[in-house]
């Protein structure tokens, strides 16, 4: 919105709209802009098309005034490096190129998925998550959680409902920052580029989302609004954080030039350092640029859907990479904090890629040795055995949350964990558009069919009214799977604290225990069929061997097949041992006596 950009309060922008309206009729405008069709863009949207203007002609003049630059930048990279000549030149052209790709649907796709409440407060675990931890490259540990706790209140009392979507005035800053913040606010430093990259509004110029009627659009922020407020606190707080720190704290410049000698960007701010400049490059190093600006190659185009949502997480790998590579021990030791942080809220399978060796590891014990394990539950087996403590062995694979009382026994593993960085299934090789467009209306048709009609609405539905549907679903009948609608936990046991968990979006720790341990029952009793349908094939080989070797009267070749039935009894035994009764195997004599029938017959048993 043009008010939002400049800063302008509701109020004062309604008086100035209302007189531009006035001149530009004065002026014989009317016919062709207001009310002459009732058409978007045409109506009453004067703001829409003012801003529109004023965007497409800044865009123009900034691409004409830094073409030459970026064009002699392009020029000075060696002849002997074609890609690289070739790759900088597509980044340019891309970049200037004004349209943004497929913008109206990832719009639909932000609303679907980014609007509970749960994704707005995980947002906000960004700054514990990336922004301290990088800041203790330079300053010691406990003077950054000191200058972040106080600079995020600080931030939280700068909220306002006079700044329309801004949320934030500069003028409650505290008094010692007011003005680089002001200056800040100036500069569209705290612009919430993150959010507006993830609706797909990044340039607002996308053909079909002009299209939408000025009602629509207002929708689709204000179902961002939380997100967008998050970001602002979020980029706020680290601006004031780190002004002051390098305002105050004169070691801070000293660190920066020692561990940054070896990053090319941060060589360059050191030569212009100032406290402003610092803060700036510590909210694009640790809040990152987005947009066409900041693209990967393959993140383009049609790439733009299929990464959407994705681009945090790599970002951020590329943050620990740099941190590591380039930084010296000040970096190692910042990553490995963003790591152990990372672990602590989403267990050890939220550590990046976690969960995809984990995947790896049990796809290659089913294909090498024919076995159905479970990882995590073998992980949490080890931990009580090892402590004797059942609650250790959770927080240690789900988080910490997860060892805390109901309700706060939350679920953060899958909302702040990077532990699937890769697809799991070809489908989400298409992005979070497979899941909206395909998966979900398959599920919603499941729930359909068995009669569970608020759980189908709930998955056609965006995420936070479906989360709304489903905790009012899990009220009258439970919480049962999706697949085959078995009951998980009975409505009488479900507590109204565990409803408002998952109303707001998260997953109660309660409800992802019973479907782990689900999971876990379910490969134990997949591994004893396999190995009840091995011991019985080897069990029929073996008596089968001793019938024909005492009928060729061949003593020697006898007594090894009967070895090797008394060996395969003791596997049994050693299988059976400490088992449930459910999982142990015990051989009945009918399907022993097929099984051996069989031996003898071959293919032709089948028949």
């Known amino acids: 919105a043009l008010a939002e950009m400049a800063k302008i309060d509701n109020q004062t922008w309604d008086g100035v709209r209302s007189k531009l309206e006035q001149a530009v009729a004065s002026q014989g405008f009317r016919a062709h802009f207001f009310r002459a069709k009732q058409t978007p863009g045409y109506s009453t949207d004067f703001e829409r098309g003012l801003a529109n203007y004023v965007n497409g002609i800044a865009g123009y003049l900034a691409r004409r005034r830094y073409s030459p630059k970026w064009t002699a930048a392009i020029s000075q990279i060696p002849l002997n490096k074609p890609h690289l000549r070739q790759y900088a030149q597509d980044y340019q052209k891309y970049v200037n190129s004004p349209a943004e790709e497929f913008g109206f649907l990832r719009s639909v796709n932000f609303v679907y998925y980014l609007t509970s409440v749960a994704t707005w407060i995980t947002n906000l675990t960004q700054v514990p998550f990336v922004s301290m931890p990088w800041t203790t490259q330079f300053a010691n540990p406990a003077a950054t959680i000191a200058a972040y706790t106080r600079a995020s209140a600080e931030t939280a009392a700068m909220l306002t409902t006079k700044s329309?979507?801004?949320?934030?005035?500069?003028?409650?800053?505290?008094?010692?920052?007011?003005?680089?913040?002001?200056?800040?606010?100036?500069?569209?430093?705290?612009?919430?580029?993150?959010?507006?990259?993830?609706?797909?509004?990044?340039?607002?110029?996308?053909?079909?989302?002009?299209?939408?009627?000025?009602?629509?659009?207002?929708?689709?922020?204000?179902?961002?609004?939380?997100?967008?407020?998050?970001?602002?606190?979020?980029?706020?707080?680290?601006?004031?954080?780190?002004?002051?720190?390098?305002?105050?704290?004169?070691?801070?410049?000293?660190?920066?030039?020692?561990?940054?000698?070896?990053?090319?960007?941060?060589?360059?701010?050191?030569?212009?350092?100032?406290?402003?400049?610092?803060?700036?490059?510590?909210?694009?190093?640790?809040?990152?640029?987005?947009?066409?600006?900041?693209?990967?190659?393959?993140?383009?185009?049609?790439?733009?859907?299929?990464?959407?949502?994705?681009?945090?997480?790599?970002?951020?790998?590329?943050?620990?990479?740099?941190?590591?590579?380039?930084?010296?021990?000040?970096?190692?030791?910042?990553?490995?904090?963003?790591?152990?942080?990372?672990?602590?809220?989403?267990?050890?399978?939220?550590?990046?890629?976690?969960?995809?060796?984990?995947?790896?590891?049990?796809?290659?014990?089913?294909?090498?040795?024919?076995?159905?394990?479970?990882?995590?539950?073998?992980?949490?087996?080890?931990?009580?055995?090892?402590?004797?403590?059942?609650?250790?062995?959770?927080?240690?694979?789900?988080?910490?949350?997860?060892?805390?009382?109901?309700?706060?026994?939350?679920?953060?593993?899958?909302?702040?964990?990077?532990?699937?960085?890769?697809?799991?299934?070809?489908?989400?090789?298409?992005?979070?558009?497979?899941?909206?467009?395909?998966?979900?209306?398959?599920?919603?048709?499941?729930?359909?069919?068995?009669?569970?009609?608020?759980?189908?609405?709930?998955?056609?539905?965006?995420?936070?009214?479906?989360?709304?549907?489903?905790?009012?679903?899990?009220?009258?009948?439970?919480?049962?799977?999706?697949?085959s609608d078995q009951p998980v936990i009975p409505a009488e046991k479900v507590t109204p604290g565990m409803r408002v968990v998952k109303g707001i979006g998260f997953t109660p720790g309660t409800v992802a225990n019973i479907r782990e341990a689900e999971r876990a029952e379910q490969v134990a009793k997949n591994a004893a069929n396999e190995a009840r349908s091995d011991f019985y094939r080897r069990m029929a080989k073996a008596v089968a061997d001793e019938a024909r070797t005492e009928k060729s009267g061949d003593l020697v070749a006898h007594a090894a097949a009967q070895q090797r039935e008394d060996a395969i009894w003791k596997d049994i035994d050693a299988w059976n041992k400490d088992k449930p009764d459910y999982l142990q195997v015990k051989l009945d004599r009918k399907t022993a006596r097929a099984n051996l029938i069989k031996e003898f017959e071959g293919a032709d048993y089948d028949k």
């Open 164 to 483: 329309g979507m801004q949320l934030f005035s500069a003028s409650k800053a505290p008094a010692d920052v007011r003005a680089a913040v002001q200056a800040a606010y100036d500069q569209g430093l705290f612009i919430p580029i993150t959010t507006y990259e993830a609706m797909g509004l990044a340039r607002n110029q996308g053909r079909h989302f002009r299209n939408l009627s000025k009602a629509s659009q207002t929708a689709v922020e204000l179902f961002g609004l939380g997100f967008t407020m998050a970001e602002r606190q979020n980029r706020i707080a680290t601006f004031i954080a780190l002004y002051r720190m390098a305002r105050d704290r004169p070691e801070v410049r000293q660190n920066f030039e020692r561990v940054m000698a070896g990053n090319a960007l941060g060589r360059e701010l050191a030569t212009r350092w100032s406290p402003e400049a610092f803060a700036e490059f510590g909210i694009d190093e640790t809040h990152f640029k987005s947009g066409k600006v900041n693209r990967p190659a393959i993140a383009r185009n049609a790439g733009t859907v299929v990464f959407q949502f994705k681009m945090f997480m790599w970002n951020m790998l590329e943050r620990m990479v740099t941190m590591s590579a380039l930084q010296g021990p000040e970096g190692r030791a910042a990553a490995v904090l963003m790591l152990m942080v990372m672990a602590t809220f989403a267990g050890l399978w939220g550590l990046p890629g976690a969960e995809n060796l984990r995947d790896l590891y049990e796809l290659l014990m089913k294909k090498i040795k024919n076995r159905d394990v479970n990882a995590d539950a073998e992980m949490r087996k080890i931990i009580v055995d090892l402590t004797g403590s059942a609650t250790l062995a959770q927080a240690v694979s789900g988080g910490v949350t997860r060892a805390l009382p109901e309700p706060w026994n939350i679920d953060l593993s899958k909302r702040v964990g990077m532990g699937k960085i890769l697809p799991a299934e070809p489908g989400e090789l298409a992005g979070v558009s497979y899941d909206l467009w395909v998966k979900r209306p398959m599920q919603a048709m499941e729930q359909f069919e068995v009669d569970n009609f608020l759980l189908g609405l709930a998955e056609l539905s965006p995420k936070q009214a479906g989360d709304i549907m489903t905790q009012l679903a899990w009220a009258q009948a439970g919480v049962r799977t999706k697949a």
